[in-house]
């Protein structure tokens, strides 16, 4: 209808140069609003387009959050159920045994009763650093076995000062087996051998 009406101006102009300007004067008051009405479109488009960006970018950051505290939820609860899994050293004893007949053969033994079957190692810890596997009776222990670990021979120039305990997961031939779903080693040889529990015990003075 605009492009008629200039049209028709245009012929008038023609005909009578005396409305030249007006005609001028319309096509730009015709083109300014096109612009303003162009401007204006851009901008809504622009400002629809920004806030979809920033819709898009809070529905993100609301799943990562939502993420981050599952996992840490889940994280939690792993490490309850492998806290309530360990086991249980509270009435561990120190014992002699004087079996041998040499008094420098009489061993040092640590003793505790487990619960569930664990597969156990134990290392001796000195003063100044060494280290050294443990004997330890039996390494596969069941429910309710007691478990001895030789934490020292009297005839040794010196006992460890500490020993550390490392437990794992164990399937027994026979009873219900059972594992520990945290990510720690599953056993001696899932990782650098590191235990899936571990305990470091104090030796005391041994007279």
């Known amino acids: 209808m605009t492009t008629v009406l200039l ?3 245009t012929e008038t102009a023609r005909e009578d140069p005396s409305v030249t300007d007006w005609v001028t004067a319309a096509a730009a008051i015709v083109a300014l609003a096109l612009s ?3 401007l204006a479109f851009n901008r809504r488009s622009a400002a629809a387009a920004e806030d979809a960006a920033v819709t898009s970018r809070q529905a993100s950051d609301h799943a990562r959050t939502a993420a981050e505290a ?5 994280r939690v609860e792993l490490d309850r159920e492998h806290d309530r899994r360990a086991p249980d050293l509270s009435m561990a004893t120190w014992q002699l045994n004087k079996e041998a007949l040499d008094p420098a053969e009489w061993r040092d033994l640590y003793t505790f009763t487990v619960a569930r079957p664990y597969l156990i190692k134990a290392i ?3 003063a100044g650093g060494a280290r050294k596997e443990l004997d330890v009776k039996p390494e596969r222990i069941g429910f309710g076995t007691e478990v001895s ?3 020292n021979t009297r005839g040794n120039a010196a006992p460890p000062t500490s020993v550390e305990l490392l437990f794992w997961p164990y399937r027994p031939r026979r009873g219900q087996a059972w594992f520990c779903a945290c990510g720690r080693p599953a056993s001696p040889d899932d990782g650098d051998g590191a235990g899936h529990w571990i305990r470091e015990i104090t030796v005391p003075r041994l007279g």
């Open 7 to 9: 049209l028709t101006a």
């Open 124 to 126: 001796g810890v000195w």
């Open 70 to 74: 599952a996992e840490k939820a889940t």
């Open 149 to 151: 670990v030789v934490v």
């Open 36 to 38: 303003i009405w162009a």
